[in-house]
T-cell receptor, first 112, second 113 residues
Framework: DAKTTQPTSMDCAEGRAANLPCNHS???????VYWYRQIHSQGPQYIIH???NNETNEMASLIITEDRKSSTLILPHATLRDTAVYYC?????????????FGTGTRLQVTL | DGGITQSPKYLFRKEGQNVTLSCEQN?????MYWYRQDPGQGLRLIYY???????QKGDIAEGYSVSREKKESFPLTVTSAQKNPTAFYLC????????????FGQGTRLTVV
């Protein structure tokens, strides 16, 4: 699975959009981008995934560049409850599972 | 409701003792994973299993062992050979159907004294 690079930490004011970047320059054509978040001392929670088109669900939006070498997770109106560590991973989806590797993620701090 | 269950939530053991952490899922997922997380750090993969009776080492397998005798269960044994066993341990599973996102348990916090 391709490796990802994320900033170590970011701050965001409550009510503003949080934009979390991720670089995955070695992504393969059949690898999807997944985002998870981990609130302190809990198991990570799936947020969203995409292959090459932008995606939106009730939690967030995912913007993937045309060359697929980077992506951005957008939390449109961040709240204090969005304070967490956000992980971006890339892996082949469907079929026989491959190794599922997480990096160190981005620690997002939402402030008043 | 379908989900993945880890037990116990907190576990204390004396140094030199082996300890087994439980992970059970009723999601009918083929693949299961074990991770270790140290304070302020990311998740590091210990072992993973793609099907019953088969498993592969992850990035930090030394001092750990696993078994996968049933699809639903993937127990992790922390052996006395693991030099720094105190950590937060997370179990996850993934299915075959898209989007094949990972489901995680709530973790077991192991403290070795």
């Amino acid at each position: 699975d391709a490796k990802t690079t994320q900033p170590t930490s970011m701050d965001c004011a409550e009510g503003r959009a949080a934009n979390l970047p991720c670089n995955h320059s070695t992504i393969s054509g059949n690898e999807y981008v997944y985002w998870y978040r981990q609130i302190h001392s809990q198991g990570p929670q799936y947020i969203i995934h995409g292959l090459k088109n932008n995606e939106t669900n009730e939690m967030a939006s995912l913007i993937i560049t045309e060359d697929r070498k980077s992506s951005t997770l957008i939390l449109p109106h961040a709240t204090l409850r969005d304070t967490a560590v956000y992980y971006c991973i890339v892996r082949v989806a469907g079929g026989t599972a491959s190794k599922l590797t997480f990096g160190t993620g981005t620690r997002l701090q939402v402030t008043l | 409701d379908g989900g993945i269950t880890q037990s116990p939530k907190y576990l204390f053991r004396k140094e030199g003792q082996n300890v087994t952490l439980s992970c059970e899922q009723n999601l009918n997922h083929d693949a299961m994973y074990w991770y270790r997380q140290d304070p302020g750090q990311g998740l590091r993969l210990i072992y993973y299993s793609q099907i019953v009776n088969d498993f592969q080492k992850g990035d930090i397998a030394e001092g750990y062992s696993v078994s996968r005798e049933k699809k639903e269960s993937f127990p992790l044994t922390v052996t006395s050979a693991q030099k720094n066993p105190t950590a937060f341990y997370l179990c996850a599973s993934t299915g075959r159907a898209l989007p094949t996102e990972a489901f995680f348990g709530q973790g077991t916090r192991l403290t070795v004294v």
